[in-house]
């Protein structure tokens, strides 16, 4: 069983974010880069899976700040080998990242015909859970997202997974292989690694390094931002107070004087 899995590096969020000089990105030059947290748990996901059936786990991230610790991470978890793909820009789209990376898996040799193909459902800067769905289309391959249980049949070849749905309700999908899947959670939380384990892998193992070609498109977003801004600090909040009724009259009027209803 070949399993990739695809990382990506975010903004820390604990630290405070700031807007670049144009207005309409994220000033990624002196913030902390971390693990993007589904990624985390993707990573735990096909580590599982390696231990049950046995196989290979290829972890690979775009270049980033940050990233070569995360990839050594990586190395001391159990991955068999790391991969950082240089070339695209700082800041791409996730569909721009997706095409990058899907340009590597598709041509470079030892990640071509991977059985799994794995990354986490969303990150901070990917709400609407692109990236799986975006590689899986680059890939010309299945896709199955929200996904919080994975067990492969490589004699199939395939998987059966288990989908998340509102409410609490899990769907059980026989999925052919090759395959996308976009992990919400893993079956066991991500395992720690000491600090001295992966200073050791540091010495004695290495971070291949692959170049993808730029895109020749000028963006394949399709979303296009105008502005931003960061959030404003308003005044005192309002407590409605009374019986249901009486608050749920007030909130009405509240709404309508504000032309919301």
């Known amino acids: 069983m070949n399993i990739l899995v695809v990382l990506r590096m975010v903004p820390d969020v604990v630290e405070e974010l700031e807007i670049a000089p144009d207005g309409k990105s994220l000033d990624l030059e002196f913030g902390r880069m971390v693990l993007s947290e589904s990624d985390d748990h993707a990573l735990e996901q096909a580590l599982l899976i390696k231990e049950r ?23 001391a978890k159990g991955v068999d080998r790391v991969v950082k793909i240089t070339g695209p820009k700082e800041g791409a789209t996730t569909r721009e990242a997706a095409h990058s990376i899907a340009q590597v898996i598709s041509s470079e040799p030892g990640l071509k015909g991977a059985d799994l193909v794995l990354t986490g459902t969303q ?5 609407d859970g692109l990236m799986a769905p975006s590689l899986a289309q680059e890939l010309s391959l299945p896709f199955l997202g929200i996904v919080t249980g994975l067990v492969p049949d490589s004699s199939a070849p395939s998987a059966v ?4 749905f509102p409410r609490g309700v899990g769907g059980e999908f026989e999925v052919a292989l090759p395959a996308v899947f976009g992990i919400q959670a893993a079956e ?27 895109t020749e498109e ?10 931003m801004t960061k ?11 009374g019986s249901p009724e009486q608050t749920a009259s007030a909130l009405c009027g509240i709404l309508a004087e504000r032309g919301l209803l």
């Open 53 to 75: 059936s046995g196989g290979t786990v290829t972890a690979l991230a775009l270049e980033a700040r940050e990233v070569d610790e995360v990839l050594f991470a990586a190395l």
């Open 123 to 127: 990150a901070i800067n990917d709400l």
């Open 161 to 164: 997974a288990v989908k998340e």
């Open 188 to 214: 066991k939380p991500p395992r720690y690694v000491p600090v001295a384990k992966v200073r050791a892998v540091m010495k004695s193992q290495r971070i291949d390094s692959v170049s993808a070609a730029a």
């Open 218 to 227: 000028p963006s394949l977003s399709l979303l296009l931002v105008l502005e």
């Open 231 to 241: 959030p404003q600090p308003t005044a005192h909040a309002e407590i409605l107070e």
